[in-house]
């Protein structure tokens, strides 16, 4: 009784009983003696001790031994949000989805505190790019100012402003986690090089510097106005804004560059939608390939003497064509109030502010 009482105490014992039990009956069946097959019996109970020894191992470990000692314990905060309803869809009077399966951000379709609980879990470092050249510094500080009260409250941010006039930039202060980075860069005669060239900026500063500091990078125009809450439900690997004059048109009156002889060149059969120059990012590894897709195709047509029809935004285009984007944003994201005000525009979130064009460009 003592003898059983050890065995069903010790599971390694127990489970060595059992198998040799079977193997016992079977070997009787087949009219084979113990003696014949005590090599399988010890090589049996050599497996089941190394076997539990590894276990016992493993379950009475302190982490310092452990293979799964490096991994860091999961808290997951707790969410209290309304249950998704499959037949009824926040919105159907847009187009949410792409038909290769980008999502397309409109206001109503997103719950803005599950995103920032998800991308707090990751610590994530964001980074905005604008151009302050020539006149346009005098923009910065309403940008600066309306950014900090609605672009991604609450996480890191850097902002990257390029300009030509450094003693121009404005003292600011931020929240925790968010700064000022002045990048010193040259002018250009032209307002169209400027708009051209910081495809080339951009990449050569990511490639330099963004890389070690952000994970993703959003690059705006400067001349604009934060007016409601930008966050986390823009960022994915590569992401672009509809067009606010084109999100309704057809693919025919989109203004692609039409000229076959320009790396810009999209015919007219082809084409998704109409992407807004001032508005695009993704992590940094995919705003570098941009760049320099753009700013190469750029050079391309210099070469020729061609400039496509709108600049960067031109090539900015063609490159979605080929490259298509992992979410898209809604016009919401870039508005202009000469486009009035569609129903289906529930927000103005970024709205271009009223100038005169030929009195900044110059």
């Not at 968010?178 to 032209?190: D, F, I, T």
């Not at 067009?243 to 025919?252: A, M, Q, T, V, Y």
Request: net charge positive.
């Amino acid at each position: 009784m003592r003898i059983f009482s050890k065995t069903l105490s010790n599971p390694r014992r127990l489970l060595f009983c059992l198998c040799a039990g079977l193997l016992l009956s079977w070997f009787t069946l087949k009219g084979t003696g113990l003696h014949a097959n005590l090599d399988l019996l010890c090589q049996l109970h050599r497996i089941l001790s190394t076997e539990a020894d590894l276990l016992s191992q493993h379950s009475n470990s302190t982490g310092t031994n452990s293979h799964l000692s490096h991994l860091k314990d999961v808290k997951l905060p707790r969410i209290l949000y309304t249950k998704s309803d499959v037949f009824n869809p926040q919105r159907t009077d847009v187009l949410t989805v792409t038909p290769w399966l980008a999502p397309i951000v409109w206001h109503g379709t997103f719950n803005r505190h599950i995103l920032n609980t998800q991308f707090h879990q990751i610590d994530v470092r964001v980074g905005l790019t604008v151009f302050a050249i020539k006149k346009y510094t005098r923009f910065l500080n309403t940008f600066i100012e309306s950014a900090e009260k609605f672009f991604m409250v609450g996480h890191k941010v850097n902002y990257y402003v390029f300009t030509d006039r450094v003693n121009e930039i404005p003292n600011f202060t931020f929240a925790k986690g968010r700064r000022l980075v002045v990048l010193e860069v040259p002018a250009y005669e032209r307002w169209q090089d400027v708009t051209m060239r910081r495809m080339e900026m951009i990449r050569d500063f990511s490639i330099k510097r963004f890389v070690k500091e952000v994970d993703y990078l959003a690059c705006v125009d400067v001349d604009m106005v934060f007016l409601d809450e930008v966050g986390v439900e823009i960022l994915s690997n590569v992401f672009g804004a509809l067009h606010p004059g084109f999100f309704e048109k057809s693919r025919n009156e989109f203004t692609y560059e039409r000229r076959p002889q320009s790396s810009a060149y999209i015919p007219v059969e082809l084409g998704d939608f109409y992407f807004a120059g001032g508005y695009f990012g993704g992590v940094i590894e995919e705003v570098i390939k941009l760049t320099n897709y753009c700013h190469n195709a750029m050079m391309a047509d210099k070469q020729q003497n061609i400039e496509a029809l709108w600049q960067d935004e031109s090539y900015l285009n063609r490159y979605f064509l080929s490259h298509k984007p992992t979410k898209i944003l809604s016009p919401e994201y870039i508005w202009n109030n000469y486009y009035g005000s569609p129903a289906v525009v529930k927000t103005k979130r970024f709205l271009g502010i009223d100038k005169i064009y030929d009195e900044v460009r110059f």
